[in-house]
């Protein structure tokens, strides 16, 4: 998912019906087509010279199989990704665990009472917004010891061994999981509700 996402961005989408319309590098082909098409005008697409290149350009892909630790994960997208922004931990997070996780927590962020509850202090630029909430899922299915590694045989209770960012992977890989569907249903209610009691209770304090 990430590489898709990476080569839409980077590259002009290869379909002929698909145009790309914000490529970061190859800023001169934005708005083109790969190649001619019967409805548009033939200088929407690339000439003959650049499609070449770009089908004879070669990839090196690396295929990261479980159970490989997400600290050898995170290590590998740091060295690919050395010529651009670099990625925080939550980010990696965010391109490796894309399911139902990532559309919990974007829908978790999005909760007016959040924002209140967080005076709009927990931005979410470079998804600081989304690692808060991950930690607070995270220890509170551990400490109900409802969070699961579903990749190991028998499905045993994930230990927390001061790894912080393995158990925030695992809990991602949790989420993703058809054993946390009636956990992903349910949780939003009591998140939007706890959030919005939150700052009365610290006001009682």
């Known amino acids: 998912m990430y590489l898709v996402r990476l080569l839409t961005k980077c590259l002009i989408t ?24 019967k409805k548009k005008k033939t200088n929407s697409s690339l000439t003959e010279a650049q499609q070449s290149k770009i089908e004879d350009c070669s990839l090196t892909l690396h295929v990261i199989k479980p159970p490989t630790q997400d600290r050898v994960t ?8 050395r010529g651009g922004t ?29 924002k209140e509850a967080t005076e709009n202090a927990i931005k979410p630029e470079r998804m600081k917004d989304r690692y808060l909430v991950l930690r607070l899922i995270g220890f509170y299915l551990w400490r109900k010891k409802q969070l699961l590694s579903v990749k190991e045989r028998g499905t045993p209770p994930v ?43 610290l006001l009682d304090q």
């Open 74 to 81: 995170f290590d590998l997208f740091d060295r690919v990704n």
């Open 14 to 37: 290869y379909p002929r019906w698909y145009r790309n319309l914000s490529a970061a590098v190859l800023e001169g082909l934005n708005g083109k087509y790969f190649s001619k098409t």
């Open 159 to 201: 230990e927390y061994r001061s790894d912080l960012e393995d158990f925030l992977g695992k809990t991602m890989t949790f989420l993703n999981d058809p054993a946390s569907n009636t956990f992903c249903e349910k949780f939003p209610a009591s998140f939007d509700e706890g959030v919005t009691r939150l700052p009365l209770l």
């Open 86 to 114: 670099r990625l925080n931990n939550q980010e990696m997070r965010n391109a490796i665990y894309q399911g139902a996780a990532t559309k919990l927590l974007n829908e978790l962020v999005s909760f007016e009472s959040f």
